[in-house]
């Protein structure tokens, strides 16, 4: 089973750059995340998608842009690259109702480590 | 907005012996999510364990068990017969219990690294 696929797993850019996180999921969960980790920090979450169409800011989203046009794919797009986010990124997702308990465990891909230079 | 608080940087057990992390979290909702997930040099991030609020049962998996204090906020993990797979860094994390809105994510602490000594 994929579960959820990470793409790239390492890149490095240099300050201005744009580039695009892939994130995909086989699993069909409603739900997707992405989070950042900083080093020796916990994750934080930087947007977050209920569905296909609809998505919403998280703690730290700022620098960031995120779409999701199908249900498996959940893209975060960073336009102008800073050093400031240099650090892990993780794509989860969970499948629930929305308004009914949320017991789901999140699945987490393998993570994206950038550096921005 | 929740926070989850996670004293202990690091820790260090004899393998086989029992080791307690501590996970504090403050939130005004009565009921809630609470997750461990350990995350070794791979960098995966593994769920160990969940508790709901409103179950007062502590839960286990195998090794892996918890002391759930709801009135004092505290979810501390307990491994017993620690293995040298053990080793990693554990992180604990929030979700409200309902969906929707801004309380869909996990709120994490800064983690706990463990280290199993042969």
């Known amino acids: 089973n994929a579960g959820v696929t990470q793409t790239p797993k390492f890149r490095i850019l240099k300050i201005g750059q744009s580039m695009t996180l892939q994130c995909t999921q086989d699993?069909?969960?409603?739900?997707m995340y992405w989070y950042r980790q900083d080093p020796g920090m916990g994750l934080k979450l930087i947007y977050y998608s209920v569905g296909a169409g609809i998505t919403d800011k998280g703690e730290v989203p700022n620098g960031y842009n995120v779409s999701r046009s199908t249900t498996e794919d959940f893209p975060l797009r960073l336009e102008l690259a800073a050093p400031s986010q240099t650090s892990v990124y993780f794509c989860?997702?969970?499948?629930?109702?929305?308004?009914?308990?949320?017991?789901?465990?999140?699945?987490f891909g393998d993570g994206t480590r950038l550096s921005i230079l | 907005a929740q926070t989850v608080t996670q004293s202990q940087p690091e820790m260090s057990v004899q393998e086989a012996e029992t080791v307690t992390l501590s996970c504090t979290y403050d939130t005004s909702e009565s009921d809630y999510y609470l997750f461990w997930y350990k995350q070794p040099p791979s960098r995966q991030m593994i769920l160990v364990i969940r508790?709901?609020?409103?179950?007062?049962q502590n839960a286990t998996e195998n090794r892996f068990s918890v002391n759930f204090q709801k009135a004092a906020k505290s979810f501390s993990l307990k491994i017993s017969d620690s293995q040298l797979g053990d080793a990693a860094m554990y992180f604990c994390?929030?979700?409200?219990?309902?969906?929707?809105?801004?309380?869909?994510?996990?709120?994490f602490g800064k983690g706990t690294h463990l280290i199993i000594q042969p």
């Open positions: 994390a929030y979700r409200s219990l309902y969906s929707g809105g801004g309380a869909d994510g996990l709120t």
């Open positions: 989860a997702s969970t499948k629930h109702r929305q308004g009914e308990y949320s017991n789901q465990p999140q699945h």
């Open positions: 699993m069909n969960h409603n739900y």
């Open positions: 508790q709901e609020a409103y179950k007062q």
